[in-house]
T-cell receptor, first 114, second 113 residues
Framework: DSGVTQTPKHLITATGQRVTLRCSPR?????VYWYQQSLDQGLQFLIQ???????AKGNILERFSAQQFPDLHSELNLSSLELGDSALYFC?????????????FGPGTRLTVL | SQQGEEDPQALSIQEGENATMNCSYK?????LQWYRQNSGRGLVHLIL?????REKHSGRLRVTLDTSKKSSSLLITASRAADTASYFC?????????????FGKGTLLTVNP
């Protein structure tokens, strides 16, 4: 158990809908990272927040947004969903603001868009 | 494109044998990490090797890094069925302001009992 929690575990929704994925980092970790894993694209970095502020951006679509709250939990919002958004979404956390060290991954949310 | 590329894509061995996976990357790095993922589950950090290190050990794991060739290898000795998983290398590019880990597509290791 990494100490990172993600909810829900599974999410099934329809095209055009909007969903919110939630992540609680390990106790004491200030950075939260979001990743998308699909068969064709592999594991892609989406975005990083550090202590409430956006720190780094990766291949995140404009339809996706994220935020980190004062209690350090984070939410990833996916809107106008398309079939191709079906994937595993992982949250990871680390103590510091730089991504160079070990990251601790949550169990993931499996999103299925029908 | 992916910064790290693992090779082979899939590897099947018998229990007790050694497994070697390779990773190549494109740009200069601060460090390189290896992660393991059991089917459909979260990634677990295995080992980190810094750019000024050439070899590192952790239990049955041995990692080497050759920055001149921009490559790394992960050796798992005396493999067990429980080692069956996907293994990913991840690099953090040197310099720049957009710090991020970039993962390869992974090697699927199957250890047959």
């Amino acid at each position: 158990d990494s100490g990172v929690t993600q909810t829900p575990k599974h999410l099934i929704t329809a095209t055009g809908q909007r969903v919110t994925l939630r992540c609680s980092p390990r106790s004491g970790d200030l950075s939260v990272y979001w990743y998308q894993q699909s068969l064709d694209q592999g594991l892609q970095f989406l975005i990083q927040y550090y202590n409430g502020e956006e720190r780094a951006k990766g291949n995140i679509l404009e339809r996706f947004s994220a935020q980190q709250f004062p209690d350090l939990h984070s939410e990833l919002n996916l809107s106008s969903l398309e079939l191709g958004d079906s994937a595993l979404y992982f949250c990871a956390s680390s103590p510091g603001r730089l991504s160079r060290g070990e990251q601790f991954f949550g169990p993931g949310t499996r999103l299925t868009v029908l | 494109s992916q910064q790290g590329e693992e090779d082979p894509q899939a590897l099947s061995i018998q229990e007790g044998e050694n497994a070697t996976m390779n990773c190549s990357y494109k740009t200069s790095i601060n460090n390189l990490q290896w992660y393991r993922q059991n089917s459909g589950r979260g990634l677990v950090h295995l080992i980190l090797i810094r750019s000024n290190e050439r070899e590192k050990h952790s239990g049955r794991l041995r990692v080497t890094l050759d920055t001149s060739k921009k490559s790394s290898s992960l050796l798992i000795t005396a493999s067990r069925a429980a080692d069956t998983a996907s293994y990913f290398c991840a690099t953090d590019a040197l310099g720049g302001s957009n710090y991020k880990l970039t993962f390869g597509k992974g090697t699927l290791l199957t250890v047959n009992p």
